[in-house]
């Protein structure tokens, strides 16, 4: 006859380190992912509004720089971090997934403990 495995309740997940850790990575790196794809599409559409410079002149020691190619360069700087925080989402959320289900894995396959026998009393 198997042993039934032991009953897992909310207080048996809270207790275990890895599952909440794995609840918080997910938790943070769906946030972070949700943000970074959010602001990946504002910064997309920022650099298609604003010019790019024309190539300087290799002759130029001192190239004079326009608020607009301020701008889009400062805007492809953002789009880049975006798009960073975009991955490093992701994978923060796939290591909480990776934590959970180890950690209730290894909940689900703990043996049963017998309870400890108290010592009689005299």
Do not use: N, W
Request: aromatic residues 6%.
């Amino acid at each position: 006859m198997r042993p039934t495995p032991p009953t897992i309740t909310v207080h048996t997940l809270f207790r275990s380190g890895l599952v909440v850790a794995g609840l918080l990575f997910i938790g943070v790196g769906l946030c972070d992912a949700v943000a970074g794809s959010v602001k990946i599409g504002q910064y997309q559409e920022l650099l298609r509004v604003t010019v790019e410079r024309a190539p300087a002149d290799p002759a130029d020691l001192f190239p004079t720089a326009s608020e607009g190619h301020e701008r889009h360069e400062l805007a492809r700087a953002k789009l880049a971090f975006y798009q960073l925080l975009l991955t490093a989402g992701q994978l923060m959320a796939a290591v909480g997934f990776a934590f959970l289900a180890v950690g209730v894995l290894r909940l689900r396959l703990r043996a049963p403990r017998a309870p400890a026998e108290q010592p009689a009393l005299r």
